[in-house]
């Protein structure tokens, strides 16, 4: 599998004419496995719909390599599922074939051997058949992460990927980022658990609007980084000036 | 007892006619109805089934009754009303269901005015609640072609459909598919409300469609299944109100959509999945 790369170039993303990702600039290397770590409306989240594409930057850019939709899965926080919608464990997994199978294309044998080896990657066999509405949380994030698997992209997104999940699911599915990472797929997690980022994540972007610190995990997350972080504002002025910093 | 169900049907031609027309549009209006339940806009459905009625009384206005001309003028009308109503609820504050609402009391009186301008109030009726039971050829070419249409687009947009109700973020994060996939929705939608509107009238043309999809829902947890149960409930409420219609001499428009009630409450009642009496009586929990 080529690997993928992204580049930001003096990237500023947000809402309205306010930035929430303020002048990024810096690679995200390919194959590598990076943390974003920072606190709340840090923009860690917004730096991942930037990536994805659903937002646009409000000033530079962001360049994937290789481009093209199919290269990126992407997994929100607290994904907006319609958990009443009447659907069977199967089918949304079978949804990550999207890329491959599209509006029309068949799933054929071979396909539902992959989602079936999906399911089995995530601890969920005996489950296709179950409405997704009956799924405890952890079920439901081990089918999003057998989605994923069945996504194989190149580049993977993660947005607080284990928030409010049991030790046995979260230990689970981080082997399944470790497997991707073995894979040289490069992956990118927004996170909390600082422990974790330590034990797990060998690179860590550290955020709070401003890019804070960025590199190997260990030196990104010193005391003194942290105590930044926590400092800057979250202050939302109405009456900001125009930035006059200029992008590249 | 199959003189009571068969004769009426084998014979009076009215009758076969009517019974070919509900069934081409219980076909389709199964299908659009559980879509629009599960994407949360059956108000909406009935929004744009009000919003038919000033365009199909502008044709009525120019050309009387010709099927051309009130349909071309539904279609029209109901298409201005839902990119008139999504524009609003995109960009003001207003949100959708309530630009919805003001739009369609607008065309409801606008449209009942236009009618009465030129017309009786026969027609006036015609125009509000159809007739099932005087459909000619072109009629019932016109609706079978829209059932056709709708069922093959449905095929053809079902994966982007049901991703679009169940995780609008992953198809917006695969595809580009999602704005078009629910302009075509609409667009489905308006044609079998013209559709049925010939047959069933403007008001409760959508009858036909929110029924038959909202009693389904009590009796499977799978959408395909859901679709197929939607069918067969619009097809046994068509025949089942045309024969009550025949024998008890009531209107068959109201008979049909009665009868698809009916069916509704008895879901309701006893339906498998989530109804009254299975919540009021569930028995005894289980082990596991």
Known sequence: MRATSIRFHEVTLGYGRHPAVHHLDGEIPAGSLTAVVGPNGAGKSTLLKGIVGTLTPLDGRIAIDPPGRATVAYLPQAAEIDRSFPLSVYDLVAMGLWSRAGLFGGVGRRDRTRIEEALAAVGLVGFERRPISTLSGGQMQRALFARLLLQDASLILLDEPFTAIDARTTADLLDLVRRWHDENRTVIAVLHDLDMVRRAFPQTLLIAREPVAWGETDRVLSPENLLAARRMVEAHDPYAAPCRRSAA | ?288
């Open chain 2, 1 to 288: 007892m199959a003189d009571l169900l068969l004769s009426p049907f084998s014979d009076f031609a009215f009758m076969q006619r009517a019974l070919v027309g509900v069934i081409a549009i219980a076909l389709a209006g199964g299908p659009v109805g559980v879509f629009l339940m599960l994407r949360r806009m059956s108000l909406t459905g009935d929004a744009m089934a009000h919003a038919i009625l000033p365009g199909a009384a502008i044709g009525y206005l120019i050309a009387g009754l010709s099927l051309p001309a009130m349909t071309i003028g539904g279609l029209v009308a109901g298409v201005v009303v839902a990119v008139a109503a999504g524009l609003v609820s995109r960009f003001t504050a207003l949100k959708e269901d309530a630009s919805l609402a003001a739009f369609y009391l607008l065309s409801l009186a606008l449209g009942v005015t236009i009618v009465s301008l030129r017309g009786s109030n026969v027609d006036l009726l015609h125009v509000l609640f159809g007739t099932v039971l005087a459909l000619d050829d072109s009629t019932l070419l016109l609706i079978s072609a829209i059932s056709t249409i709708t069922v093959l687009a449905l095929a053809l947009f079902y994966r982007p459909l049901v991703l679009e109700c169940v995780d609008p973020t992953f198809l917006r994060s695969v595809s580009r598919a999602g704005t078009p996939t629910h302009l075509v929705f609409l667009g489905l939608v308006v044609l079998n409300l013209v559709g049925g509107f010939h047959a069933l009238g403007t008001l409760l043309a959508v009858g036909m469609m929110m029924l038959p999809a909202a009693a389904s829902r009590f009796w499977t947890n799978d959408i395909t299944m859901m679709m197929v149960t939607s069918v067969a409930i619009g097809i046994v409420s068509g025949i089942g109100g045309l024969l009550l219609s025949f024998h008890a001499e009531l209107p068959a428009g109201p008979a049909i959509i009665l009868t698809a009630g009916g069916i509704y409450g008895l879901s309701l009642l006893v339906g498998r999945e989530g109804g009254l009496l299975w919540l009021a009586w569930p028995g005894r929990h289980l082990e596991a």
